[in-house]
């Protein structure tokens, strides 16, 4: 494909990685976020910073956003943001965030009844996969948006999933991934807190299990966070309360019980009630060692 005008509004994280990478592939970038040092940094990366999103939304082929919520999704492109007016008919609209399927849909819908085309893309991978470019995507859209998006795809991830064309499907995997992911994580707090209680060598404990069948992505991800003391946030507890209650609400809407998610989700608002909701979110092992009141960390060799 051509190499499209591109715009992003979300330039966090997970956005300002996303958008370095589209600007390594040779595409022009707009980008607009509420926090001016973002803007500032797309700049420097050869990026255009907006002042608005509405500027952000003008002329441009391909419209990502990366923002928190669906809220924000919805008021970015009708609400205050208003890139509705300020997009070119038949631009595709491609939503990154996590968002609930029900919620997809419902955007998605209003997108394409605006004349535009509209990408359900949520990403996994976080912040190394999207500095790195090599996030996976899970997308559902028409055969027209995934060819205008074709140059972004491959500028952002390693695997990109095509699994249909409804809006909300991408976000159905995603949601549905993300319980995994949530109850996984806090799996592996509680391993190590019990460890930690019960004598064991937490570096030795977590050499075993990451090696043996108990072992998870997320584990061997985390814990090296959690033994070293070091909660910077690469992800954070909150974001995790958020997608894990996506997956209730989900699970509530599908008639579907998710009692080891709602335990999880329980584990991470008590550790975001603790204070540490923006700290990374391995964090959540700070709930259990205020239970036990042994640290992971110091009971390492």
């Known amino acids: 494909m051509s190499k499209h005008q591109v715009g992003l509004v ?3 994280s997970m956005g300002m990685g996303m958008a370095k990478n589209i600007l390594n592939a040779g595409f022009s970038l707009k980008g607009y976020d509420i926090f001016e040092p973002a803007k500032s940094a797309l700049a420097t990366a050869g990026g255009t910073a907006t002042n608005s999103v509405a500027e952000a939304a003008l002329d441009v082929d391909v419209f990502l956003l990366m923002v928190v919520n669906a809220a924000q999704a919805e008021d970015v492109i009708f ?12 631009a595709t609209v491609m939503l990154c965030s996590t968002v ?20 359900d893309a949520p990403v996994s991978g976080g ?8 996030l996976t995507l899970m997308c559902s859209g028409s055969d027209a948006s995934f060819e205008a998006a074709d140059g972004v795809l491959k500028a952002i991830s390693k695997v990109v999933h095509k699994l249909g064309t409804e809006p909300g499907l991408g976000a159905t995997y995603k949601v549905v991934h993300q319980l995994a992911a949530g109850v996984h994580l806090v799996a592996a707090a509680e391993l190590m807190a019990l460890g930690a209680k019960a004598g064991c060598d937490s570096s030795k404990l977590f050499e075993i299990v990451s090696q043996s069948a108990g072992a998870s992505w997320m584990m061997t991800d985390r814990v090296p966070h959690i033994l070293d003391d070091d909660f910077a946030p690469r992800s954070m507890v909150d974001i ?5 209650g996506l997956v209730l609400q989900t699970g509530k809407e599908n008639t579907v019980p998710l009692p080891l ?8 608002l008590a ?16 709930a259990y060692e205020a239970m036990t009141g042994v640290s992971v960390a110091s009971s390492r060799s």
Do not use: C, W, Y
């Open 100 to 119: 609930a399927p029900s919620d997809a849909k419902a955007l998605g819908e209003r997108v394409l009844a605006a004349g535009l085309e509209f990408l």
């Open 79 to 90: 609400g205050s943001g208003n890139a509705v007016t300020a997009l070119k008919p038949g």
């Open 261 to 268: 998610s709602a335990a999880a989700h329980q584990m991470l």
């Open 271 to 286: 550790a975001s009630g603790m204070g540490h909701g923006k700290l990374d979110d391995s964090a959540v092992v700070k």
């Open 10 to 12: 979300g330039l966090g």
């Open 240 to 244: 995790f309360i958020k997608d894990l």
């Open 127 to 134: 912040k190394v996969g999207a500095e790195t470019g090599t």
